[in-house]
């Protein structure tokens, strides 16, 4: 499994099974956005942590959107682009 799809979505996720503390669970969250943020930057989109666990997604020319786990994520990546989009293309 890529560490993409590991993503921490809003609820507890087997990637952090791990997380002792909460310290440890937001380093863990900040991880992971990283990594989706960097996969997402060759699409001109970018990747930040919302409240509650969500994720924010930007374009850069401002128009966002708020997803609430990494599925979402996907969807809202291709109405931004407005094309289809597989993360396993890039």
């Not at 994720?55 to 990546?77: F, I, K």
């Amino acid at each position: 499994m890529c560490s993409i799809c590991e993503f921490r979505a809003a609820r507890h996720v087997l990637t952090e099974a791990g997380a002792a503390t909460p310290l440890d669970l937001a380093q863990a969250r900040r991880r992971s956005v990283a990594v989706l943020g960097d996969v997402m930057q060759s699409l001109g989109v970018s990747v930040s942590a919302a409240p509650g666990g969500a994720l924010r997604l930007r374009r850069a020319d401002g128009v966002e959107a708020l997803v609430a786990d990494t599925d979402a994520v996907w969807h809202a990546c291709e109405a931004l682009l407005g094309a289809a989009f597989d993360p396993l293309h890039i």
